[in-house]
């Protein structure tokens, strides 16, 4: 679809200022400027099922083109409604008319993970744009991705282990503060978890983003299509947002408090309690970086945690300001007695 040569793209979003998989995940590496309109409209509730938002953003690669945000969503979390397909159609033709756009490409609204049915919502989308001027290309959706989807909904039964109840509710819990789940949250709360004593037999290395474990990825993916959505195409990215099923959010408390010791289920509860505070992206990044070096080296100073950072990559030598460290490091020494025993 960007390769289409539209003057206008559309962009499939929610409302609340999260690109995070398909469609939309494109328009956000391939258009900042957009992404950053977008995020600033989601924040001051500019943008709601029925409004469209409208940026002009230019690519090397693609040329400049008009990018129609077009809420499918109100939350990445919840499927999509064919009552928003509607009235953001009916906006969409008054855009095209008015603005007098040329041409327009179009993805399959609500139709890859927002769940809507293709045959119903293609003909919509004929329907309301019917008689204009403007060239229209709609695009269908990826046969071979809605076959793995497919798939995933008639996976058969997957049963919980300790290991992956503990990460399970970790997820829900991180996502009650506020945060959304993806594979780097999941990697840092299980970091945390087999810091404070929980037996994940995880293998955690020094990554780009910290310590990083393929073994979370496994769970994830083993667990995909019954309590969470999101791992369907096998090449997940670190701050992609996972789905979890909270129709399972009762199961798996119930083996938290059934299955695990007092012990295990208290490190497992109380995770997010001393994860208060670390829990935006940038943050909980820096805090299991500067964990990890401790955890290697308990004698190291604030300065050599800050210069063990700056050797990690040229990425953690930029981003982490000396106080963000600082606050890390003073966090870690004071508690680590109670925290990892």
């Known amino acids: ?29 391939a258009f900042p400027n957009n992404n950053k309109a977008y ?30 945000n077009f809420p499918t969503k109100v939350h990445w979390r919840y499927p999509s409604k064919y009552e928003y397909i509607e009235k953001g159609l009916i906006t969409l033709r008054e855009l095209l008319q008015k603005e007098k756009i040329k041409s327009i490409a179009i993805p399959p609204l609500g139709s890859g993970n927002g769940g809507l049915d293709w045959d119903k919502v293609k003909p ?12 229209i290309m709609i695009y269908e959706p990826n046969a071979a ?53 929980q037996k994940l037999n995880l293998n955690f290395k020094a990554h780009h983003y910290g310590p990083y474990a393929i073994g979370v990825e496994k769970v994830l993916y083993h667990l995909n299509g019954v309590y969470l959505k999101g791992m369907e195409q096998g ?10 099923n909270y129709e399972k959010w009762k199961e798996v408390k119930q083996y938290i408090n059934r299955e695990l010791s007092y012990e295990d289920a208290q490190r497992v509860k109380s995770l997010i309690q001393f994860l208060a505070g670390f829990t935006s992206e940038l943050s909980l990044e820096i805090l299991a970086t500067v964990d990890f070096i401790i955890a290697q080296n308990p004698q190291y ?41």
Do not use: H
């Not at 963000?324 to 025993?341: C, D, H, R």
């Open 39 to 68: 995020i600033d409209a989601c924040k001051n509730k500019e943008l709601e099922p029925g409004k469209l938002l409208t940026v002009w953003d230019e690519n090397l690669q693609l040329g400049k083109k008009l990018i129609i």
């Open 301 to 341: 100073s604030i300065d050599e945690v800050t210069q063990a950072i700056a050797n990690w990559n040229m990425r953690k030598k930029e981003l982490f300001k000396r106080e963000y460290i600082e606050a890390s490091y003073n966090y870690l020494k004071n508690y680590s007695s109670t925290l990892f025993g």
């Open 145 to 197: 991705i809605k076959a793995i989807l497919q798939k995933e909904e008639i996976k058969k039964e997957i049963k919980l282990t300790p290991a992956r109840a503990s990460l399970l509710y970790s997820l829900f819990a991180f996502e009650s503060m506020g945060e959304y789940s993806s594979l780097f949250a999941a990697n840092k709360l299980a970091y945390f978890l087999q810091r404070k004593g």
């Open 1 to 29: 679809m960007m390769q289409s040569g539209a003057e206008a793209l559309v962009n499939t979003v929610n409302t609340v200022g999260v690109m995070g998989k398909g469609i939309a995940l494109q328009f956000k590496e």
């Open 235 to 244: 090449n997940t990215r670190p701050f992609e947002p996972l789905q979890l």
């Open 124 to 135: 919509m989308i004929e329907q309301a744009l019917e008689g204009l001027k403007t060239e």
